[in-house]
Nanobody
Framework: QVQLIESGGGLVQAGGSLRLSCAAS????????MAWFRQAPGKDREFVAF????????NYAASVKGRFTISRDNAKNTVYLQMNNLKPEDSAVYSC????????????WGQGTQVTVSS
């Protein structure tokens, strides 16, 4: 059974840091590009960060560039999101997602982890 399980969310003060993890199982992890998305209450889900299958290509939403870093460890089947200088507007449920090499669609999704940033 394919699973993506996020962890590392929580409550943090503005200016603080969190590191999210997404552990994958039941799949060939290196066959998937991975990304993080987030959704705040009453808002659409939005893209946060992307990393290609080998970790050589990354890109970020403008709102997080310079503050967040996506990385992956294919030996551990895990993708990470290091979030620094957090702002209250970063509060959301963060989910990891995977899309198979050659596909444009994210077909694997985790349940999400809550991040709350207090001012």
């Amino acid at each position: 059974q394919v699973q993506l399980i996020e962890s590392g969310g929580g409550l943090v003060q503005a200016g603080g840091s969190l590191r999210l993890s997404c552990a994958a199982s039941g799949l060939t992890f290196s066959s998937y590009h991975m990304a993080w998305f987030r959704q705040a209450p009453g808002k659409d889900r939005e893209f946060v960060a992307f990393i290609n299958w080998i970790g050589g290509v990354t890109n970020y939403a403008a709102s997080v560039k310079g503050r967040f870093t996506i990385s992956r460890d294919n030996a551990k089947n895990t993708v990470y999101l290091q979030m620094n200088n957090l702002k209250p507007e970063d509060s959301a449920v963060y989910s990891c997602a995977g899309r198979r090499l050659g596909s444009q669609e994210y077909t694997l999704w985790g349940q999400g982890t809550q991040v709350t940033v207090s001012s």
